[in-house]
Each structure stands twice: as structure tokens, then as C-alpha cells.
């Protein structure tokens, strides 16, 4: 989850290992791939999980927090379009 938007700077609500690695992720990174997430439509999401032999109910929990966190990914983009 992130924690804190601080221009180009994230800070993520994570501990754990390789932590360190999401130093490096700034809020562009965030705004394109979810804007590629987006793109996803929904029977995608569904023949995904159900390759992964999901079951129905788990895979559309799963959906949801997903696409919530891609809204929350496009929320960052407060300045319009970028490249």
C-alpha cells in the first residue's frame, strides 16, 4: 500500500524482505503500470485467475483489490496525462 505521495517519491506501507527495492519506484512507475492494469477487461482478469485454477469466488475477491489499488495508482496522475 502506499503510504505517502511526495512528488516524484513513494513511500509504501511495506516490511519485509527486499524492501529496500521499492526505494526505487517512483510515481510515474506507479501511474504507467497502472494505466496498463487498466486496460485488463474483466473476462482477462477471470481467465487469468481460472488458469491458475482459482476458484470463482477467491479470484473475484482477488479482482477487487486489484482494480482498487490500480484506482488508487491512477489517483497519483493529479496533473493530467503523462508520457
Not at 505517502?4 to 509504501?12: C, E, I, K, M, V
Not at 488458469?51 to 493529479?78: N, S
Request: hydrophobic share 40%.
Amino acid at each position: 500500500m502506499i503510504r505517502s505521495a511526495d512528488g516524484t517519491r513513494l513511500s509504501f506501507d511495506y516490511v519485509g524482505v527486499h524492501g529496500d527495492l521499492l526505494d526505487s519506484v517512483t510515481t510515474d512507475d506507479v501511474i504507467w503500470t497502472s494505466r496498463l492494469l487498466s486496460r485488463l477487461s474483466e473476462d482477462q482478469w477471470e481467465d487469468a485467475f481460472a488458469a491458475a485454477a482459482y476458484e470463482p469466488e477467491t479470484a473475484a475477491r482477488y479482482v477487487r483489490h486489484i482494480q482498487r489499488k490500480i484506482e488508487e495508482g491512477l489517483a497519483l496522475d493529479e496533473g493530467g496525462a503523462r508520457p
